[in-house]
């Protein structure tokens, strides 16, 4: 069993960067593909970012493509999501999640844990 909690979140102004964490407890962490998700009301949850098990290769939505950047520290069990130039669009519940599969996966039925999420707020 791994749980995932989410930090970082905050209120924040338009073209301001923010970095928020997930720290997994749990055994071999370094064995999980990783991503980023989030998640505004009314909404389905959209896939932001994801890593591999080495965090030698990363994927990114074309919305956030360029302006973000998922790391990760596998002596520490977290993986980070910096965000760059943010816009209010950005705004969401933001979630972190592990997965078995092979690949960096951009759909959320493909990860098997999640985090409670933690709030981005971007004013303009």
């Known amino acids: 069993q791994v749980q995932l909690v989410e930090s970082g979140g905050a209120l924040v102004q338009a073209g301001d960067s923010l970095v928020i964490s997930c720290a997994a407890s749990?055994?071999?962490?370094?064995?999980?593909?990783m991503g980023w998700f989030r998640q505004t009301p009314g909404k389905e949850r959209e896939f932001v970012a994801g890593?591999?098990?080495?965090?030698?290769?990363?994927r990114y939505s074309d919305s956030v493509k360029g302006r973000c950047i998922i790391s990760r520290d596998n002596a520490k069990n977290t993986v980070f999501l910096q965000l760059n130039s943010l816009k209010p669009d950005d705004s969401a519940v933001y979630y972190c999640?592990?997965?078995?599969?092979?690949?960096?996966?951009?759909?959320?039925?493909?990860?098997?844990?999640w985090g409670q999420g933690t709030q981005v707020t971007v004013s303009s």
């Open positions: 749990g055994p071999a962490f370094s064995t999980y593909i």
């Open positions: 999640a592990a997965g078995f599969m092979a690949n960096i996966n951009v759909v959320p039925s493909g990860y098997k844990y």
């Open positions: 890593i591999n098990r080495s965090g030698s290769t990363t």
